[in-house]
């Protein structure tokens, strides 16, 4: 392991890495925050480079700042970028190979010389390392399963194999949610090889989903919330985020990312670009929340050479990385249950747009307020309203009618 490198130098290295690897800002941005704290950490010790030391007493840091209970999610992000930096210190390459080349997994030669050959002409093409892993994933799963049926060439597979390896994939590997943005590799495999050709209509065109009805707050609920954001108790940053958040639908990454120049005053709009769809947005700078942002500019916000519009409350002044623990505190307070049910700004969203729905608008205008890329994202909000369900349902025939 390199320890000729410090820390810090190690750090951006391996950001530099996954940014290259075609990696979405969204994962850097998360990847970033946790190798903050890492490097807080090695300033309050005193280390300038990376140790087996320091690493053990990063993955101790475990529990939640707010509750100090125990978070698996955070043990699993630290533990990631551990690995990440010492692949990083040992060859250059910030990897962890287990997630795209399965440890004990054991392919038979004839079927790994297909993969090795699917490998490079998708390396050929262009694609992002990040698309490469994920697409050769389920091919990988699918040449396991064919071993362990015994066949050692692709002219062994035989009709029907590919649906059951399908089926032992989502058993095992896969939601069909998941599997669905990683299958049009397995398809391109299938295109390559004569051997395989008959059998491409084994390949679903498309996966099934899972639709839920989505749970929105009651109109008492809401109301509590609306008190509970104009009592002096709630600070006015909590405010502004909060109403800002519940009245517009804005996802949490965009208002962590929200800058000071982003609003325009004097046209009443808040211009940003959407971390998720990399789509413009223009939002209206409604009073409510408009109010609100200028309470939290005016009396509360720290003054620093920080243009991130929302800040931390202890120096140093740093830009949010989440908005949920404020939402779930305000939720709390206001004494609406949470109990199994979804919370922070994406329950907000989910209000915003039932709301929208209630109030007569569009479709393709909510589409464009909460920023989706296609109007059909916005369907599933149909099933929040049970007056406009009961609308679209037929009426069961009456008797002695056809049916």
Not at 53 to 69: K, P, T
Not at 224 to 229: E, G, P, V
Not at 277 to 289: C, D, F, G, I, V
């Amino acid at each position: 392991m390199n320890n000729n490198i410090t820390l810090k130098k190690a750090v951006d290295g391996v950001l530099q890495y996954k940014k290259e690897a075609g990696h979405p800002e969204s994962y850097l941005t998360d990847l970033r925050r946790t190798y903050n704290r890492l490097l807080n950490l090695a300033e309050q010790q005193g280390e300038e480079y990376f140790s087996d030391i320091l690493a053990e007493q990063f993955l101790l840091d475990n529990r939640s700042s707010w509750s100090g209970e125990y978070r698996h999610g955070r043990f699993l992000a630290h533990n990631r970028c551990i690995r990440f930096l010492k692949s990083y210190l040992e060859t250059g390459q910030a990897v962890i190979k287990k997630y795209h080349e399965p440890v004990g997994a054991e392919i038979a030669e004839g079927l790994s010389n297909a993969l090795s050959l699917y490998d490079r002409t998708e390396e050929a093409s262009g694609l992002s390392k990040a698309s490469l892993i994920k697409n050769r994933r389920p091919i990988r799963y699918l040449l396991e399963y064919m071993t362990s049926l015994g066949y050692q060439d692709l002219s062994d597979i035989q009709p029907g194999d590919t649906t059951k390896a399908i089926e032992y994939m989502l058993g095992k590997h896969y939601a069909p949610t998941s599997l669905v943005t990683a299958i049009s590799g397995m398809r391109r495999f299938y295109e390559m090889f004569g051997e395989l050709q008959p059998y491409r209509l084994e390949i679903p065109a498309r996966m099934p989903r899972k639709h839920s009805i989505i749970d929105v707050y009651s109109q008492e609920e809401q109301d509590k919330i609306s008190c509970r954001l104009s009592s002096p108790e709630v600070s006015r940053r909590t405010a502004a985020i909060c109403m800002l958040s519940f009245e517009t639908g804005l996802r949490s990454v965009d208002i962590c990312n929200l800058r000071l120049g982003d609003v325009d005053w004097k046209h009443n709009v808040i211009h940003i670009v959407q971390s998720k769809t990399q789509k413009p947005l223009n939002l209206p700078l409604r009073s409510s929340y408009g109010n609100a942002m200028v309470d939290y500019l005016l009396e509360e916000r720290p003054v620093c050479d920080k243009d991130y519009f929302f800040l931390s409350v202890k120096a140093p002044y740093v830009k949010l990385n989440t908005t949920w623990h404020i939402v779930k505190k305000v939720v709390s307070a206001a004494g609406v249950d949470t109990e199994g049910r979804l919370t922070g700004t994406r329950m907000f969203r989910h209000n915003a747009a039932s709301s929208m729905l209630r109030k007569g608008i569009p479709l393709p205008v909510i589409a464009e307020g909460l920023g989706h890329q296609s109007p059909d994202s916005t369907m599933v909000y149909l099933s929040t309203d049970r007056e406009k369900l009961s609308a679209l349902t037929l009426p069961l025939p009456k008797e002695g009618e056809d049916a």
